[in-house]
């Protein structure tokens, strides 16, 4: 095998991570759009509430398992439950039911606690996977592709998501991701088994739980960068603003919230994009730090604009910046884990920085219930430009960080 070529089992895990991550997006797109439409903005907060209280519950004992378990096994039967799921919101919204929209948010609320443990499961098993696939040498090529693949897919999802509603309905749009799912799952069993580094059977889960975050606490760049994107992800999240900004600010149709909803990845993919020709060769602690404080102001900007295409470009430009920090945390993660911690070190992370953005949800709902839509997403971007400022004097040596 070349030095240069990436293994082909690489490619039938990138083909389902394709899948999988554009249904799941696009399942997060037409979630928000039907709270919404048959609530308001407060509710959408609960429903990222309702993925983020499961997701944090359920990784604390993921990791452990994933760790001491098959992971091709776990990732195929997460993408089988989540397929179910799709399903199940796909019938809920048949018109023809006839069901009262109280009875659809209360079933969407269900589903998508259902959903938070899932991905709990099939997020850390995936990430856990890649250094069993590929040498060490290319771990920095395959987390860009990765990093480039799950960013192709949140751009269709947002994207697509909301032509989609537009086209086909709601309902049906739900069925069109269930198939998107399927397809990751018959990708996903072309892996090879991916049994545990080592036996875990005997110890206990506690002490097993305890081992991760001790290794996490101990690495303070590894902290340092965890922290930061949490605090940013959870103050600047702009994504349960989108469709209120989008029907009563901006005054745009299903088509242009989804394709607003998709500018932020959209500019997270030009980077990643150019970080795999060009990656960062020096000062990447630095340079992470100023594309979060650049996240935070575009989000102010975002927070200020009245018109569509500075709201787009503010958020494009977010994505810009949000990109660099993604690349560098991936990179210290993959890096820096020893292989028998994969597993619990992938979960702790989903819980700082994936379920971030649902409580970032929550968040956003309550500071716009409390204070109104723009204001809310104003203070936000602030808070992220504060948090870098902590960051930077809180953990020096992640000024200096270089790999």
């Given amino acids: 095998m070349s030095s240069s070529k990436l293994p082909k089992e690489f490619q039938h895990f990138i083909f389902a991570r394709l899948f999988f991550v554009l249904g799941l997006r696009m399942i997060t797109t037409i979630v928000i759009y039907q709270v919404f439409h048959l609530a308001n903005t407060y509710m959408v907060g609960f429903a990222g509430l309702a993925e983020f209280v499961p997701a944090v519950i359920a990784a604390l004992y993921a990791g452990h398992y994933i760790d001491k378990h098959n992971k091709k096994n776990i990732l195929v039967w997460s993408y089988a439950c989540y397929m179910i799921c799709g399903i199940t919101l796909a019938l809920i919204s048949l018109p023809w039911f006839g069901f009262s929209n109280t009875t659809q948010l209360t079933v969407i609320l269900i589903v998508v606690f259902f959903t938070g443990i899932i991905r709990s499961f099939a997020g850390p098993s995936a990430n856990s996977m890649i250094a069993a696939i590929v040498p060490r040498e290319q771990l920095q090529k395959a987390i860009s592709y990765n990093s480039s693949t799950w960013l192709i897919s949140s751009i269709g999802g947002h994207a697509v998501g909301g032509l989609l509603i537009a086209g ?202 409390m204070f109104g839509t723009l204001p809310a997403i104003i203070f936000g971007g602030a808070m992220s430009v504060l948090v870098v400022t902590a960051t930077w004097l809180k953990f020096p040596k992640l000024r200096k960080l270089e790999y």
Avoid at 219 to 230: A, E, R, T
Avoid at 294 to 308: A, E, H
Wanted: include cysteine; hydrophobic fraction near 50%.
């Fill in 168 to 369: 086909i309905g709601i309902s049906n749009a739900y069925f069109v991701t269930a198939s998107l799912i399927l397809t990751a799952g018959i990708f996903a069993l072309q892996l090879y088994p991916k049994p545990p580094v080592q036996n875990l059977e005997k110890e206990p889960m506690l002490t097993s739980i305890k081992k991760g975050f001790s290794f996490v606490f101990s690495n303070k760049n590894l902290l340092g960068v965890i922290s930061l994107d949490l605090f940013a992800v959870l103050f600047g999240g702009a994504s349960a603003f989108i469709p209120e900004v989008a029907s009563t600010i901006l005054h745009t149709n299903a088509v242009g919230y989804g394709f607003l909803n998709a500018a932020m990845d959209l500019g997270s993919l030009i980077i990643v994009a150019l970080l795999v020709k060009y990656p960062m060769r020096r000062k990447q602690g630095l340079k992470m730090l100023l594309s979060v404080a650049g996240f935070g102001i575009c989000i102010i900007i975002f927070g200020l604009s009245k018109v569509y295409w500075l709201s787009f470009m503010a958020l494009l430009a977010a994505g810009l910046c949000d990109a660099v920090s993604v690349v560098v945390r991936g990179t210290i993660l993959q890096l820096f884990t020893p292989d028998e911690l994969r597993g619990r070190v992938s979960s702790i992370n989903l819980i700082f920085i994936n379920s971030s953005n649902e409580l970032g949800q929550f968040e956003s709902g309550v500071t716009s219930r």
